[in-house]
Nanobody, 128 residues
Framework: QVQLVESGGGLVQAGGSLRLSCLAS????????MGWFRQAPGKEREFVAV????????YYIDSVKGRFTISRDNAKNTVYLQMNSLKPEDTAVYYC?????????????????????WGTGTLVTVSS
């Protein structure tokens, strides 16, 4: 089993920045991909960014490209999401997720139904 704990959410003004962290514990060696998803009020949960545990380029939803950066520190079992130029529409609960399946392309980890483990989420609120 793998446990995921997010941190770093909060209230920020539009144009500001936040960095989310996701600490993984347990059988972390079983993880092949990790990512961030978000759910805005009244909306379905959507993919934001994913990264492979080993190598390869990250993959992003178009609306965050150029503003968000996902990175990993395998020694710390932590994945980060640096969010810059935040907009009110980025307001959501952000969830960290991990996949224990080896997939041929990083983009395949954008499917939330393929993720095996989930954190409880951290709230990001962007005020206008």
């Amino acid at each position: 089993q793998v446990q995921l704990v997010e941190s770093g959410g909060g209230l920020v003004q539009a144009g500001g920045s936040l960095r989310l962290s996701c600490l993984a514990s347990g059988r972390t060696s079983s993880i092949y991909g990790m990512g961030w998803f978000r759910q805005a009020p009244g909306k379905e949960r959507e993919f934001v960014a994913v990264i492979r545990r080993s190598s390869g380029s990250p993959y992003y939803i178009d609306s965050v490209k150029g503003r968000f950066t996902i990175s990993r520190d395998n020694a710390k079992n932590t994945v980060y999401l640096q969010m810059n130029s935040l907009k009110p529409e980025d307001t959501a609960v952000y969830y960290c997720a991990a996949d224990k399946t080896a997939r041929s392309s990083t983009s395949y980890y954008s499917n939330q139904y393929g993720m095996d483990y989930w954190g409880t989420g951290t709230l990001v609120t962007v005020s206008s």
